[in-house]
């Protein structure tokens, strides 16, 4: 937090939180707290544990029948987008371990049902707030919002919506739910702020899938301003400035103007065919978490999906979901994308994403562990189960499997396998399935891009995943920011090891993607291409954007580029070089 004038009646203020979703926006604001009840803890006597069960159990249902409304509303007006996220809200609701737990509070510990179920979902938040990945980490809003809902209702209190906002302004809130962020939605809001969130949060998620700019984790903020102080909200960069002077707002409605000239003629472009300077065409695909991020990828162009990591289905489900539930989404996935392809990921967790109740992480090193491919093989029942899905979404032929975390070829023979185990007991089941599907894997372990030349005769294509990939050659942590300086792709022995993998690949006549974050790196693209890429996967929010630096860029520009990085030593002194050449190229972006 930085004061910038000595003014003490308007000062201006600075706060940093987390950018959720893009967009400058400036007008006055609007406080919206809800009153926050944290019940006493009350000891009950024997009589009382049954009514309190009761009211407990019924307060559950009210928040459940209120999410469902809610969910009602969102899916008529907004689609499946924002419907979803209520929908997973209600899942927590069903989870009756969970329930649970909270019951036997109220039965062994004696607590009311108010504090039973403060203690027992705020002993869950921490759970959440604990875990290394942020996605996780951010579902502790909604066990938040969720302990606050039912609290509310055992407490008989009703809840005050932000029925009426007056004129449009940006609202600033502590903690906002999907209900309060649709509702808002429809009254024209000019952008959400709020103190608690992250960059996976439902605020997050539904701001970005509805276009309202938004900044989340704030912190403190909502105790420094009051409603009518005029707010800058830039959700580019995560910033609220409060009470701007003149010369900021200024500042900022010059920033406004480019970003939205920028993002016009970007998107404007994005569903255009990408090539080269030199008529190569590029492919760029998307990276996927959620089936509901078609309708995104769609509208930026996307030439298929990359990847589509399938944790999250595990996530969102109380049990494993059933092969019939996973060939569904599956299936719905590659009938929206055709003629598009679809590579499927099968199930990559261990390491920093845990699904409790299928892996909870108790590993001395989780990263080195029982992870991705290597817990699959040993569950050989869910595994089956995911390959006959994918095989059953393969109808047109469409989609192909992708293999996370492969260290060598034994797991390739093992899988291939089980896969033709999969297709005979879906001909005997009489089922309908796509018969020939390709099967590429993940190369993110080093041992694969040493003998990337012999797997690349065994599988159909390599999908370089460099999140892990620089990990695991580097032995940096990709989530510790302790030693995050150290972690890059632009260091010369991953570069190395991604030019190896894709000659090893062009060798063998079998096609090389990328799909970790690097090929989402505007940085990195010209370097890319240069290696010979043809086909790029990342988040649809990079892909009007890295298809537009494709098509500014000449092969023989990149290849200059390449030649003279590639003998450099010390990542930094790559990083300079490549980032003088983009400012150069492209000084329009340059500020992205
Ligand atoms: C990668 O490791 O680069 C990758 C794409 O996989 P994930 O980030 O899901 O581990
Ligand atoms: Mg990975």
Known sequence: MKNKTEDTAVQEMVLEGVAASPGIVIGPCFLYLEPFWEPEPRVISRDEIDKEINIFRQSVQKSHDELKKSYQNALDQFGNDVAAIMEMQMSFLEDHIFLQEVEEAIEKKRYDAA????????????????????????????IQFLKESIIKNILGKSKNFA???????VVI??????????????????????????????TAIIA?????????????????????????????????????????????????RIFHNLEEQLLKESTLETQTQEGKRIYVHANIEFQDEITHLLKVGADGIGLFRTEGIFLNSNDLPSEEKQAEIYSSIAAKMYP????????????????????????ENPFLGW????????????????????????????????????SGLGEIYQVRELLEAAKEELRNEGLKFGESIDLGIMIEIPSVVVMADILA?????FSIGTNDLVQYTLAVDRGNEKVANLYSHFHPAVLRMIKMTIDAGKQANIPVGM??????????????????????????????????????????????????????????????????????????????
């Not at 984790?217 to 009470?243: H, S």
């Not at 005769?457 to 294509?461: I, L, P, S, T, Y």
């Not at 690097?518 to 790029?536: K, N, Q, T, Y």
């Open 115 to 142: 504090y039973a179920t403060f203690t027992v979902f705020r002993k869950k938040k921490e759970y959440f707030l604990q875990m290394p990945n942020e996605y996780f980490r951010d579902r502790a809003f909604d």
């Open 515 to 592: 799909c970790g974050e690097m090929a989402g790196d505007p940085l990195a693209v010209p370097i890319l291409l240069a290696m010979g890429f043809e086909s790029l996967s990342a988040s649809h929010s990079v892909i009007p954007e890295i298809k537009k630096i494709i098509r500014e860029l000449s092969l023989s520009d990149c290849d200059a580029l390449y030649n003279s990085i590639k003998d450099i030593s010390i990542t930094s002194e790559i990083i300079q070089v490549v980032k003088a050449f983009f400012r150069e190229r492209f000084p329009d972006m340059a500020h992205r």
């Open 163 to 169: 029925t009426s906002i007056g004129k449009p302004a």
């Open 340 to 363: 598009r392809k679809v590579i499927i990921r099968t199930l990559d967790i261990g390491g920093d994403k845990i699904i409790s109740g299928l892996l909870d992480n108790k590993e």
């Open 371 to 406: 992870r991705a491919i290597r817990f699959w093989l040993d569950h050989r029942a869910g595994f089956m189960a995911q390959l006959k899905a994918i095989l059953r979404s393969n109808v047109k032929g469409n989609v192909q499997i992708l293999l996370p975390m492969v």
């Open 457 to 461: 005769r065994e599988v159909d294509f």
């Open 208 to 256: 970005r899938s509805l276009g309202v700019p938004a900044v989340v984790g704030l912190k403190k903020m909502t105790d420094l301003v009051k409603t009518g102080d005029t707010v800058i909200l830039d959700g580019n960069n995560g910033k609220v400035v409060l009470n701007p002077t003149p010369e900021t707002i200024e500042t900022y409605q010059e920033q406004q």
């Open 173 to 202: 809130a502590r903690n906002l739910s999907p209900t309060d962020t649709v509702q808002l939605y429809q009254q024209r809001v000019l952008g959400l702020a709020t103190n608690m969130g992250g960059k996976t949060s439902h």
